[in-house]
């Protein structure tokens, strides 16, 4: 196993840094958000009686394809398709799930379970960028690696 190397002037200090990670989270936020929220929405419109663990795994699992499919659109457009799908597959699945997570675990404390309401929708949208937003920003500062 390769050791990771950090730069070792690290700080937590770049406006850049935190400029960079923050647009990187909100794009991969609108994409996760695209099948986090239609998964949800469709377990609540049809009343199939799943239970709330089912819907929220099978919500994250989308959240996280919608995110890698969205990320591709938008890389396509600065290089080959095969090669934005690549890079979008590459994307931190650490960061992605733990935005999932941090999305999914909101919503069921605060409605008791696989709910979308009106009220909900931004406490998990802050959530969901909150929660990665410091991994990020290490990835990029320490690591430099980004989707973007």
Same mark, same amino acid.
């Given at each position: 196993?390769?050791?990771?190397?950090?730069?070792?002037?690290?700080?937590?200090?770049?406006?850049?840094?935190?400029?960079? +990670?923050?647009?990187?989270?909100?794009?991969?936020? +609108?994409?996760?958000?695209?099948?986090?929220?239609?998964?949800?929405?469709?377990?609540?419109?049809?009343?199939?009686?799943?239970? %709330?663990? +089912?819907?929220?795994?099978? +919500?994250? %699992?989308?959240?996280?394809?919608?995110?890698?499919?969205?990320?591709?659109?938008?890389?396509?457009?600065?290089?080959?398709?095969?090669?934005?799908?690549?890079?979008?597959?590459?994307?931190?699945?650490?960061?992605? %799930?733990?935005?999932?997570?941090?999305?999914?675990?909101?919503?069921?404390?605060?409605?008791?379970?696989?709910?979308?309401?009106?009220?909900?929708?931004?406490?998990?949208?802050?959530?969901?960028?909150?929660?990665?937003?410091?991994?990020?920003?290490?990835?990029?500062?320490?690591?430099?690696?980004?989707?973007?």
């Amino acid at each position: 196993m390769a050791a990771i190397s950090i730069a070792p002037n690290f700080h937590w200090k770049c406006k850049h840094t935190w400029r960079r +990670a923050s647009k990187n989270t909100l794009w991969c936020l +609108a994409g996760c958000s695209i099948g986090d929220f239609g998964t949800i929405l469709f377990f609540q419109l049809t009343g199939i009686p799943w239970p %709330v663990w +089912a819907i929220m795994s099978l +919500a994250i %699992v989308n959240g996280i394809l919608t995110s890698i499919a969205f990320e591709t659109i938008i890389l396509s457009k600065q290089m080959a398709l095969k090669l934005a799908f690549r890079t979008a597959i590459g994307m931190s699945l650490i960061s992605m %799930v733990a935005m999932e997570a941090a999305m999914n675990i909101v919503d069921v404390l605060l409605t008791g379970g696989a709910v979308l309401t009106w009220w909900v929708l931004p406490i998990m949208l802050v959530a969901g960028f909150l929660t990665p937003l410091p991994y990020n920003y290490w990835r990029l500062k320490a690591l430099n690696k980004a989707c973007h």
